[in-house]
Structure formats: C-alpha cells, structure tokens
C-alpha cells in the first residue's frame, strides 16, 4: 500500500527536474557515481556496474533518463510497497533529494521497508571515524594501507568502540585464498566492489589481532544529520556491485565520496584522480581539517615488541621461559623481583604466547598454557600504561618522487633524471612509516653521460623490500623480490635486460636502530636472444641504521655469476632528509672482479610529491 | 539496570531449551581463541584487495559460530552472540582487570560508567573462578558473572 500519494502530476515534476537541470546537478551524480567516459555515447557513466542500481534501461550512462525514471517510480507512480525490494525501499537518499529539490514536503520511509529501519536501527549515527590499519611487518604490499569507517552509536562517548560497526569497501573475492592471481586480479579490476557493514570488533580482530597492523582512527566532526544522510545513501549501495581496481577506485576513494557525499561543502574524491592511495587520503582528510581527535591502537606484534624492550637485556630471557611454563613464574629468582618487573614480564610472555598461538593455530595443548599464563597475569596488578604512540602516517612524506642526481662510473661522468610512481623504499624518511619495509612500482631513471646520448638506465616494475627488525623474538623471515629493465656495464656492453631478483634470510635488531641481515639471492636477467639469459647467486650481508629520520644501508654482496668469475660488491646508501618532502640521497659503490674494479658514486636530490 | 541484567539473566538461562545448546562440547574458550593467517603469498599480495574477511555481508547480524545461534541470545536488539566473538579479548582483559573487552561488556550488559573500574577488579579478582578450565563456554562465563555481580555489594544492583 502506497503510504504516500503524490499530488503532483507526472508532467508538472518532469518539466520542473528538466527546468532545474537536476540531471546536471553534482548530487545526482555523486548519487549516481557517475564520471567522464570515453566508452560512453554520453560522455559520462556511472561506476556503478550492477543493473539493479538504476530505474531507467539506460541508466548507466543517461543520467537524465535515470532521473525520470526516478520520478516516476518515487514519486508519481510508486508500486504498492510489499516488500524492502521497492524502490522507495531502496531508493532512500534519491528520494530525500528529489522531494527537496522539487519542493514536495518531505516523507518519511515507508514503514513497510523494514529491513532498512532495522538496519538503520542497528548502525550508529552518533560519531563518525576513518580508520587506517597501517602496514604491517613483513607485508610491503599492506603499504598502501586501507581505510575503512567506523560508525558508532550514542554511548560511545561512555563505553567502547567495540560496540561500533564498521562500513567497509572491498573487493568481494568470495572463498578463494590469496595468491599472485588473487593480486593480479585485484589490480585488473577482476573482482565487484561491494560496500559491507559487520561489527567493528571484528575489524579489531582482524586488523589488530590477526594481521598484527597498528590501527589509526580518525574521529571525524561530522553531525548526526550528516551522518544520517549518508546512511540514507549507502543503503542504496547494498549489495550493489562497482568494480573494484586497487590503485583507484578502491576503498578509500568510495569512503572520500560518502564524505563528500555527507557533507556538500567537501571535495575529497575529486583531488584523487589517477591513483587513490589509502595513506594519501588519510593526508587528504587531515588536509580537510575534518579530524577532531586521533587515536593509536597497537597491535598485538607491536605491543610486546615494545614492552619488550622495555625489560632490561639480563631479565629477558625470563619472558621466553615462562611464555614456556607459566609455574617457573613460582621460581624464587623471579619472585624475588620487583612486582612491576614480573607483572610486566608476565604480560609480555602471555602477549607472546597468545601470538604464537594465533600463529600456529589452536591446539588443546595451547590454550591450556594460555590459560596458565592468563592465570598467572591475574595473580598481579597490570597497569594500564600504553606503549609510546608512533609518529602518525599523515605526517609521512608523499608518496610520487622526482629526483635529479649526478655522479661518476667507470671514469665517465653523468646526470640522472628519475622519477617513481610510488611508494616508499627503505632509505627514504621513515617518520610515519613502518620502518624496514619497502614498496617500489614505476621507478624510472634516465641517465646521460658526458659523451653520449641520454638512455634508459632502468626502469624498476616493482619491488618490494621487508628487512624486519622484530627477528628479536618473532621467527620473521626477510624478503627482496624486484623485476624490471636494468642495465649491468659487464655484459653485453651495457645493455637492457629483463631482470627478476629474489632474496630471502633473515634480520635481526643488533642494536637499536640498526638491523643487520643476510639474505641468499637468486636473479635471472634475459637479454633480447633467449641464448643470452643469466642466471646468478649470491648472498648479500648488510646493515641498516636508522637515525632521525637519516638512514644508511651497508651491504657487502658476494655473487657467483653465471659464466664468469666470482664479483663481490660492497656499497652504502645514504638517505638525509631535509624535509618532510625533500631529501639528499648519496651511494657509493665498488665492484671488483677478476682483479678489475669499478668505483662510482652518485649525489641525489630527492622531492616527493 | 535491573531490567538489563535480569534480561541477560533469562537469556543465559533459557538457552538450555533449545535443541541443540548453544555452547556444547567443543564450544569452549580453547576453541573460541582467535587464529591469524600465515604464509609468504598471504603477506605479499593480501594487500591488494583491500579486505580479507566477511565481504559480501551488509550485516545486521554477527553470524554464527556454530556454538551460539544468531538471534538466540539478544538483549536490546544486540546479539550476545557478540560475547562469543570476544571471548578470547574478554579472558585478557579479565586477567589484567581492564581493557576495552571488559569495558564493551560493562555497557552491555548495563553497568554505569562510575562502577566499571570496580567491575573490572571484581571480575580480574575472580578469573579462575570464571575461566576454570580451557573447555568453559561463553554461557558458563556468562552465567558465573551474574553469580559474582550477586555477590558483591556495588554490583549487585544490576543483577535482578
């Protein structure tokens, strides 16, 4: 039964929409997600790319068509509603605009949609966040982060954001594990996009407790109405199907359009127009001045490895034993310390063993020496201290880098031109990064000598880079994977090869702020004719220091080389930054094999942007 | 208040009646503990789809875990199936007598913001009383904290 009947008729609303040109109107296309096209006769076309989304055949790409049909099935001749599928039902937000911008009195929504009041009845509206879980160790690709909202309800203020629900976009990959297709596949734009609401807690656990990332909330100053209005519109989204590409529309740029959405005034998505990187948006909404209040989770990993090393060096192995045996807590060289100190070391060891467990998956035999630990931790006092908050990601710096650089190799001079997409690689200014973790895509450099032309000196295709430092008592494994175009001046005079690199081993923190590491590597280089492919192995030592932002990496590699004698290399990098944005970088290099030794050096200065 | 607890109070109770009680055998703490996703692929690409879990869910509901059904056990349009789910934090933050597990429990199940501190030590005070052993259910958990609120002057009032 239609709980509303329109007194208008058909004619007079349609010339009146036509008249406004409320098909032009930014709301309609924010409603509609609509962007340029070239594949679209109109122009433009909605990212939308479920049928079920639009009221008019053509709907996808005829933004006026759309917006009759809308009318008509709103508001001139709405069905009788029997079920949460009707328009009305559905249409929540489309319907508040149309009345608003037509002059119609507004209305409520239907009491029949039942699902949407329940739903509605169950999602706060009370407070807004962007939340950031940072990447985590040992995961270069969780570089780009993700973000995600959460909404809660009124007693936030008073209780936990436990009790809060999160609205989340992703990619819906169904049951399928992850793999290098899964990634393919989610970069290509393989998978629908879907918006989902579950409870934040769960959030909580995968992101803090599972994948062990550091989690970042955003309170966000938006009001009930506002957050009431985009609730109305992303009703209208479930289960509705975009398509899903991870370097743009992604999760964080379909959250900047509900914000802008939320709030007219705001022009969040539209400064994100070819790559959407979740920690850009971060910066973006900071940027906004839209952020009342920040606040740091530590995850599980980050927790003990801090508490950690706030146990002096010759009571540590305290914590290995007990995460062991909880009754060896009852040895007498351990009660005879000060109760702070074993409260704290208790702590640790059952936060280890609780990470451990959840590692190596559960077990009876686990979750009794759990319970033991929790046991135990229950007979002391544990204060509520948290550990030190990080420097935030906001604060890190942009994420595309130019660089101009000059130096010498072989006795011959040049200048280096480059340029990199994204991200962050080891030596770059780490504040608000995750120190020892590198993610490298598109990473040009073109180099002239002084006698010559200018040339492609390499193109890095991606590289990715986890030295962990947390091998102190985390079993982590160190990684380097990389292919592109490089040149090496001992082969084939000098030429363009297809590169694959991979090295694994482990790191360990030798002292603060240095981790040392060794890493065997394996490399295949292909030049133009199959019958010139090399294949090379090599073990690399290194150190890298970080201090205030400055970072060194040392490293000695000593390489079998495929068909020639043995090469042994040592370099250093140096990395000082200026600014937030600007920093000199200086390498120096010395190759030597078969007696014969190369030296070169290069100076480089280095903006982000 | 009185009115949450004796709510929780009836819920714990009447679980009993149906056909298969939610929180048997194999339904208990050990088993309710959280577990994390390893492997080289996991950590390299994870990224890129930006979301790993419950994807296709535009939920109003918590799922199941197949100890507790969904719908079973509510109180004021939330599930307690929600307990379930944090049982691993709850134990925790019992142990420590704080944390936001316990504080998310707290308001739940109605205890004011001026008692929570002393619901926490009430509760850290008897963790073995509450987790005895690695096969306690989140409903014995549950019907052992409304004993211990019973029996402590300040909590008492929110127990019927």
């Known amino acids: ?609 | 208040m009185k009115k949450t607890i004796a709510g929780v109070l009836l819920l714990g109770f009447s679980s009993t009646t149906f056909a298969v009680a939610p929180g048997g055998p194999g339904c208990g703490w050990g088993n309710m503990l959280l577990e994390g996703k390893s492997g080289l692929a996991m950590h390299m690409f994870a990224g890129t789809t930006n979301g790993t879990w419950g994807n296709a869910t535009f939920g109003m509901t918590f799922g199941t875990n197949g100890c507790s059904v969904d719908g079973a056990l509510t109180y004021g349009g939330n599930s307690l199936v929600w307990f379930d789910g944090v049982l691993d934090e709850y134990s925790t933050d019992v142990a420590m007598g704080h944390g936001e597990a316990l504080g998310a429990v707290a308001v739940m199940i109605g205890v004011e913001p001026a008692d929570r501190a002393h619901f926490g030590e009430v509760m850290h005070d008897n963790f073995e009383v509450l987790f005895p052993t690695t096969e306690t259910t989140a409903q014995e958990v549950l019907n052992t904290m409304i004993v211990v609120m019973a029996n402590d002057e300040t909590l008492k009032k929110y127990v019927g």
């Open chain 1, 1 to 609: 039964m239609p709980s509303v009947v329109v007194a208008s008729n058909e004619s007079s609303l349609i010339d009146k929409a036509l008249g406004l040109e409320l098909h032009q109107s930014r709301t309609w296309h924010q409603l509609l997600h609509v962007e340029s096209s070239t594949r679209s006769p109109t122009g433009i076309e909605s990212q939308v790319d479920d049928v079920r989304y639009f009221l008019a055949e053509n709907g996808k790409t005829d933004v006026q068509a759309e917006l009759l049909a809308s009318i008509d099935a709103l508001l001139v001749n709405p069905d009788a509603i029997v079920n949460d599928d009707h328009p009305r039902c559905r249409f929540v937000a489309r319907e508040v605009w149309l009345r608003s911008e037509l002059g119609l009195p507004a209305s409520e929504v239907p009491s029949e949609c039942a699902l949407y009041h329940q739903w509605r009845g169950v999602i706060g509206s009370h407070s807004m966040s962007l939340v950031f879980p940072a990447s985590y160790l040992n995961s270069p690709s969780s570089m780009f982060g993700h973000t995600l909202l959460r909404l809660d309800p009124e007693n936030i203020e008073e209780g936990s954001p436990w009790l809060s629900w999160s609205l989340n976009f992703a990619a819906d990959t169904g049951s399928e594990n992850f793999s290098a297709g899964y990634a393919l596949k989610g970069i290509a734009g393989g998978y629908a996009g879907k918006f989902n609401t579950i409870p934040y807690f769960k959030k909580l656990q995968e992101y803090g407790a599972i994948e062990n990332r550091d989690i970042w909330e955003y309170k966000l100053d938006f009001n009930e109405q506002e957050l009431a209005r985009m609730l109305e519109h992303v009703w209208e989204l479930r289960d509705i199907n975009f398509d899903y590409y991870f370097f743009r529309q992604n999760c964080s740029y379909r959250l900047l359009e509900l914000m802008d959405y939320a709030r007219p005034s705001l022009n969040l998505a539209s400064q994100f127009r070819l790559t959407t990187i979740p920690a850009d948006t971060v910066k973006a909404v900071v940027r906004a001045d839209i952020v009342s209040d920040t606040h740091y989770r530590a995850s599980l990993g980050t927790g003990i490895q801090s508490r950690y090393q706030s146990i002096p060096r010759h009571l540590r192995t305290w914590v290995e034993q007990i995460s062991t045996d909880a009754e060896s807590a009852s040895k007498s060289e351990f009660t005879e310390l000060d109760v702070d100190m074993q409260a704290n070391i208790v702590r640790v060891a059952n936060d280890l063993i609780t990470y451990r467990s959840r590692l190596g998956g559960r077990s009876k035999a686990m979750a009794q020496r759990r319970l033991s630990l929790l046991k135990l931790m229950s007979q002391y006092s544990i204060d509520e201290s948290t550990i030190p908050i990080p420097e935030p990601p906001e604060i890190g710096h942009d994420t595309r880098t130019v660089t101009v650089g000059g130096g010498r190799s072989e006795k011959q001079d040049y200048t280096e031109l480059g340029f990199r997409w994204s991200y962050h690689d080891l030596l770059d200014r780490n504040n608000g990064y995750l120190k020892g973790a590198g993610i490298v895509l598109s990473d040009i450099k073109l180099r002239r000598y002084e006698e010559g032309e200018t040339q492609l000196q390499s193109f890095g295709l991606v590289e990715l880079q986890s030295i962990s430092d947390r091998a102190l008592i985390f079993n982590s494994l160190s990684w380097n994977f990389s292919a592109g175009l490089v040149r090496d001046a001992a082969r084939l005079n000098n030429r363009l090869s297809v590169k694959l690199t991979g090295s694994v081993g482990k790191s360990t923190e030798l002292v603060r702020n240095t981790i040392g590491y060794a890493l065997v590597e394996a490399s295949v280089a292909q030049y133009n004719r199959i019958e010139n492919n090399f294949v090379d192995g090599g073990l690399r030592l290194g150190v890298l220091n970080y201090f205030r932002g400055a970072a060194a990496q040392l490293e000695l590699k000593v390489e079998s080389r495929h068909d020639e004698s043995m090469r042994v290399s040592t370099w250093l990098n140096y990395n000082v930054p200026l600014a937030r944005n600007h920093a000199l970088r200086f390498s120096y290099s010395r190759n030597t094999q078969s007696a014969n030794t190369i030296q070169s050096g290069m100076a480089q200065y280095r903006f982000y942007y």
